[in-house]
């Protein structure tokens, strides 16, 4: 039965005439009240009131995606791979680090396809939170991503960069969601990249400060 012809057939048994203002018996006697018929009683017992939605933090999406970050990489100049400054944390050059502590190296169309290289660019995404992780102490402190520059080891006759480079910023939108996840990209190709390395990497994001 729908609610709305239950909802009519309550009204029609309740003792209070709307138009009149006054109860149909008149007040006198023996007031009826509403009666609700049962389908109906039934189904205003199972209205509960709405459950407020709540987002999911970034280290809880890291939990539920069952992403594990890399160790945290260590410079391999005179930089620091994290700089924070005011509300804004500048990411230097990260590239695709694996768990065990090593990288995905390769130039892309010699020894890496595209789907290849762009696994590579989400594991540099990977080493990029690791990095904002030690620094901040928790990825719930990244407001937004900002902006990316993202480098691949290619040949001249390469061109599907923006691709590869895909991977890393599919990664930021799960993790950061799409409103904060996608920010200003650049995706460019190399002759070559540190360590052979199939990917690099750096971004700026906006950070919470206390």
Known sequence: VKVAQLVAQARNTYCYNPQKQHCRCGGIGRHRGLKIPRPLK??????????????????QKLTELGLQLPPTP???????????????????????LLKE????TGRVGDDLDTDG???????????????????LGSLDRVNRLVKSFGMVNAGPDFGEHPQVINGYSELMCEVFGPENG????????MGSLPGNMTVEI?????????
Do not use: C, W
């Open 42 to 59: 039934a189904v205003l017992v199972q209205i509960q009131p709405p459950v407020p939605f709540q987002l999911m933090t970034a280290e």
């Open 182 to 189: 996608i920010g200003a990209r650049s995706a460019v190709g």
């Open 74 to 96: 260590k410079p391999g100049g005179v930089y620091q791979p994290v700089l924070i400054h005011g509300n804004m944390a500048y990411v230097s050059g990260h590239g695709p």
């Open 117 to 135: 290289a762009k696994e590579a660019a989400r594991q540099t995404g990977l080493a990029i939170l690791a990095s904002l992780k030690a620094n």
């Open 101 to 104: 502590g090593s990288y995905i």
């Open 202 to 210: 750096e971004a700026v994001f906006e950070i919470l400060t206390d």
